[in-house]
């Protein structure tokens, strides 16, 4: 096992509760969509009650620093995932890596070079980042082990994550980049649209997706 993903996060949820809906999208396929104001006045799960950031980052690094030196010895790369909806409070619980700046501060803190992340390009765009900076300088410290590869329009406070060949940014020119700092990994189908009819949590979907960065891939190595 080459890479291991792993996340950070007492409040792992996709529903309602966290702002997510689904809205009308191509050929009558259902987008989610996330809007912060659906929850914002919202309070705390009771499970969970409220978490501050201080105590998030004390208990990250607590948890993390034995993890990484396992993953030495073991050989096996960690790629950790950012937080997804990348706001910084959610029902009352602060949340960690909703930013690139959080993500390069982690490594600092951890630097082995077995300590990655999950380079999720629709997180990283909901953030509001340069997603092509991101991989390039990212990507070159060597940080980037393992990619989901997904498209959103919009960005926090309220976006809609689309089919992979009709969000905000150019597909093309991000897998150009993770051939440019010489990107050797996984790179993964994330989130689709639900389409009527599909099966098993969007296979048709995923399918299309898996095509989609199989051309973007050959499309990049064909290139001179």
Excluded at 74 to 95: E, M, S
Excluded at 146 to 163: M, S
């Amino acid at each position: 096992m080459p890479v291991f993903q792993w996340r950070w996060s007492p409040d792992f949820k996709w529903g309602p509760e966290v702002g997510y809906k689904s809205v009308p999208g191509r050929g009558g396929a259902l987008y989610r969509a996330f809007d912060y104001d659906l929850v914002k006045d919202l309070p705390p799960f009771e499970e969970l009650g409220a978490i501050s950031y201080q105590q998030m980052w004390e208990r990250l690094l607590y948890f993390a620093k034995p993890l990484v030196e396992a993953a030495e010895k073991a050989n096996v790369k960690l790629a950790l995932h950012p937080k997804d909806p990348p706001v910084r409070v959610l029902r009352g619980i602060a949340r960690l890596f909703t930013s690139t700046g959080e993500i390069e501060r982690f490594f600092q803190a951890v630097p082995s070079p077995w300590n990655g992340f999950t380079f999720c390009q629709g997180t990283v765009a909901e953030m509001g980042a340069d997603v092509l900076d991101a991989i390039r300088r990212l990507g070159r410290q060597g940080r980037i082990h393992h990619v989901h590869l997904r498209a959103v329009r919009g960005r926090v406070p309220r976006y809609v994550e689309t089919f992979i060949d009709e969000g905000d940014l150019d597909m093309l020119e991000a897998m150009r980049a993770y051939k440019e700092v010489g990107y050797i990994g996984a790179i993964v189908s994330d989130h689709t649209p639900g389409i009527t009819g599909d099966i098993n949590e969007g296979k048709i979907g995923r399918s299309f997706s898996h095509g989609y960065i199989r051309a973007l891939i050959q499309a990049v190595n064909s290139e001179r």
